[in-house]
Every structure is written in C-alpha cells, then in structure tokens.
C-alpha cells in the first residue's frame, strides 16, 4: 500500500489552496451580534466587502499565528498530556487491568462478564481523557486476556481499541475533543453533559453487543476467525506487556484517578471550570500520583516531558491548522463560505442537513486524523454554519466527535490504527472487513442520535 502523506503536509498543502482561494472567492463579512456571551452571526446580513488576497509571505507567518491563536488549546493539550504519562509512569492503569485477566483465569463463571466490563473500562478512558495512542501498550494485555478466555486475537484488540473508541467517538468530558471543540465554538466545557453521557452509553452498547456477539461464535467455533490458522498458531508474537504487581500505591493511584475525573464534572458543572482549571486539576492529579507511585522528582520529570511530547504531533496539527484560519480570515472568505454553505442547504430540513455535518466530518478524518486537529480545522466553520442553520453548537459539536472518532477505527491513516494491527499481525484487509458491519451499525446509532437535539429539544 503506497503511504498517505504526513497530516502536517497534508494541511500544508490545504493552506497552500486557502491562499489561492483568497484571489478567487470574493470578500464578504456577515455583520455579528453579542449572544449568550458569545459573538453569533445575524442571519441574511451578508455583504460583500474589499477583497484581501493572501500571498506567499501570509503562508509562511500562518504557522506562528496559529500558535499565538491556539496558544491556551496547545498548552492544554501539552500539559493534560504530561500529566497523563505520570499517572501511566507508575504503572497503577496496567496493573489494575492485570488484575482483571488474573481474576478472569481463577473465576471462570465470570467468564461472560469479564468482556463487556472490560470494554466499558476502556470506553470509559476513551470518553474522558481521550484514550487513543495508549491502546498501543493495552492490546498486549487484552490480546493475551482474549485468549485466555477462549477467544481470538480480534477479539482482544476489539477489547481495548475498539472499547477506547468507542469512548473517543462517544465523548463526554474527553479534553482533547469535546474540550477542543467546544472551546473553539464559545461553549462552556463539559455542557451539554446529560445527553454526551446518553449517547455514550448507546454507543458503547452497540459496540458490546458486536463484539459478544462475535466473541460467541468464535468461541464455539475456533475455525469462523479470519485470523484462524491450524492448530490456532494466531497467538500474538510482537511482544509481551510488561507485569506490574498491583501495590497499594497503585489503588490510591486509580482510586485519585477516578476522583480527578469526578472533580472535573462537577467543576465544569457547576463552578464554570474552563481550561487552566481542568489543566491545574490534571497536573495536581499528575503529581500526587508521581508522588505515591514513589516516581521521584527525576523520573516524574521524565515521564512528564515523555508524556507532554507524546503530545507534539496534535500541538503542531492545532497549530497549523488554526494557520488555515488566519490565512481564511483574512481574506475574508470564511463568511462567504458560510453564505454559500447556508444557501446551498436553505431548502433542506434540518435532520438532513445535521447528517450531512456528520458525513462531512467522517471524509475529513481520512485526510486529518486527529481528533484536536480536526476540531481546530472545521469547527470554526461548522459553529457559525450551524447558528445560521438553526441546528445549534452543541449539535455541531456532536457531529464533529462522531465522525472524528468512529472513522478513527478504521482508516489506514490512522498512526494507532496501524499500529494496534502491527502488533497484533492482523491484516489491514482482515480487519477492514470484520470492523466494517460494526462501523456501519454504529454510523446508524450515530445519525440517529444526531436527530433529537434537532428534532425535539433545545440543547444548550
């Protein structure tokens, strides 16, 4: 398979296009109106206006602007990111997930809990602190629990990447989606919580009952695995996760963890938390745990400098792609785009048009999959086009993390994606074919869930 170009080069060469667009797209500038604490565009103000062509000298500054633009969203991300490679320094997530498997083996009778429990953990890490490239270390735990448990390989992949983006596409508090995203469309982070924990909870389902389904029939029939081999050789040889014994230190560490993640609802809820304090609670979170996990001051720094630089290719994505933003802005044809967005859905119902944002966001993802990136790129066009349309930011938002995070699970652009194949040795091809029914039924899920905000209620 010839390789997909590098997201960084593909935004290049987008921001490259937006340049030339300037010379091309007339000027024009919808007039706005303070609403709700945030600057909502007046429906039918349209006018033309001076054009403002951006030349190669705008190209070039983009990528500096877009990190002064983005400089809150990009220390966020670096900071949480950090954090978080403390917390997973100490070893407390992987040896609490050890002792799942080791209590799946000395109580078999559990044995048809052990997987939608597990998946639930995992989609749980997906939706509120973006569990993604971390699946590249889990699936040598839950392939190993898979077979342990009479399944197959698959099986244990789905366990842990599926499970996590599951999570990811249905988001709740996740920061570096929903956070991102909601941030760039003017709404408090974390609203919208009751219906994003609803819809969660129906695509997780969804995704359980796939994959028990599956889980079933390979069980009773070794040979319906399309990674079956004779003598079921399918056992995965890239490696095996490291052990961690499950330390009282590692209980507080998760037990502080799932405080942290409790915190930050309500802080979001009720004490209009924004991003320095979700990125205060996480790095306090980050040196507690450093602290009991007896990390010291020198390998807690490493972890975190490890962790916060795990982060660097979504800083620069943010970044670059806020670029496109400025060279749009200021050649003043965002507003057009939107007019003629707007025009070319006037006549469409709103159910239609709501589905149309999701599809959109699903075919961008194969070009951008980055979930922060992709929030930075579309949703200052999609949060305008959706007050003209009367849908609503937060309906917008959604469309935005359904798309971004069920195409995740399958495109070969995807770093994780190929990665998580890479270890387990599954075919691209393999894999492809077994996830597409799921990715479809969960698009279904998607679209339907895309239809009450819209339809029914008013979504604040």
Known sequence: MKKFPDTLVIILGIMAVFAALTWIIPAGEFARAESGGRAVIVPGSYELTASSPQGLGAVLMAPAR???SAAQIIAFVFLVGGAFGTITRTGAIDSGLQQIVAFSQSNPRYKRSILP???????????TFGMSEEVLVFVLITIPLARALGYDTITGVAISFVGAGLGFAGAFINPFTVGVAQGIA?????SGLGYRLAAWGC?????IVYIMRYAGK????????????AGGEDKPTAGTAPQHHFTAAHKAILLLLAAAIGLLVYGVSNWGWYINEIAALFIATGLIAGAAGRLGWGKGAAAFKEGAGDMLTAALVIAMAKGLIVIAEDGKIIDTLLHAMASATAGLPKAV???????????????????????????PIMAPLSDLLGIGRQTAVLAFQFGDGLSNLIIPTSGVTMGV????????????KWFLPLFLWLCLVCMLLLLPPVLWFEWA
Not at 117 to 127: D, E, H, K, M, P
Not at 354 to 378: C, D, I, K, R
Not at 424 to 430: L, N
């Open 186 to 190: 003017e709404l408090p982070p974390g």
């Open 353 to 379: 048009t709501v589905e149309l944002m999701f599809a959109l966001q699903t075919a961008l993802n194969f070009f951008v999959p980055s979930g922060s990136g992709q929030a930075a790129l579309t949703m």
């Open 421 to 432: 194949l890479a270890i387990a040795r599954i075919p691209y091809q393999v894999w492809a």
């Open 66 to 68: 877009g990190f002064i």
């Open 203 to 207: 695509i997780t389902l969804t995704g």
């Open 117 to 127: 429990l597990v998946i639930t953990l995992f989609s749980l890490a997906g939706a």
């Open 218 to 229: 390979v069980e009773q029939h070794p040979e319906m695995s399309p990674v079956y081999e």
